[in-house]
Structures are given as C-alpha cells and as structure tokens.
C-alpha cells in the first residue's frame, strides 16, 4: 500500500513561514518523483512545485522565490518550506507521486494566511 501523509499546516499572518512534510511508505522514495499541489476554496488544484531524484526543483511562478521544496531520503519525506506567506497562498497543500503508473495523493494540509 502507498501512502502520503501530510503535516505541518495551520494559521499564520501574512509574512509568515510554515514548512508542511509528506511522509511516505509503500514507495522507493529514493526514485520518486515529488510534487506538492494547492486548492483553494471553490478552486482547481494546482501545481504548487516538483523536485526529481536528483534533487532538481521546478516552482509555479508565483511561488519562486518563496518556496522550497526539499526531500530527506533516508526518511522518505518530502517538504516544503514556505516564506513570505501571503493571503492568496491559503489552501489545502496535498502531497502527489506517481508510483508504479498510477497517481497517488496525501489527504491534504490546510494553511491558511491572514491578512
């Protein structure tokens, strides 16, 4: 069984950090490409970010600059650190891989950033 579980969100003013984590099993994450989607409230999701096996990262552009996205393979758990925090970046933050050819998604972290 694959599973992704997110952790971190919560309540923040704008300017502010949070860093949300994905915490993985049922994957080689060491192989995985992984990427972090947003939705906001009545919205599609997004794509927020990816980072490859190789440590490579590729960002929306509206989150350059703000965002990182990092990975600890010995603890396969992905995350991402988010600064500069504005209200538009409230939204429930969800973990994605594609394993084996198919898609799997966290249950979601939801932050939200106050003006």
């Known amino acids: 069984q694959v599973y992704l579980v997110e952790s971190g969100g919560g309540l923040v003013q704008a300017g502010g950090s949070l860093r949300l984590s994905c915490r993985t099993s049922?994957?080689?994450?060491?192989?995985?490409?992984m990427a972090w989607f947003r939705q906001a409230p009545g919205k599609q999701r997004d794509f927020v970010g990816l980072?490859?096996?190789?440590?490579?990262?590729n960002y929306t552009d509206s989150v350059k600059g703000r965002f990182t996205i990092s990975r600890d393979n010995a603890r396969a758990t992905l995350y991402l650190q988010m600064n500069a925090l504005k209200p538009e970046d409230t939204a429930d933050y969800y973990c994605?891989?594609?394993?084996?050819?198919?898609?799997?998604w966290g249950r979601g972290a939801q932050v939200t950033v106050s003006a």
């Open positions: 049922g994957i080689n994450f060491k192989i995985a490409r």
């Open positions: 994605h891989t594609t394993w084996r050819s198919l898609n799997y």
């Open positions: 980072i490859n096996n190789d440590g490579s990262t």
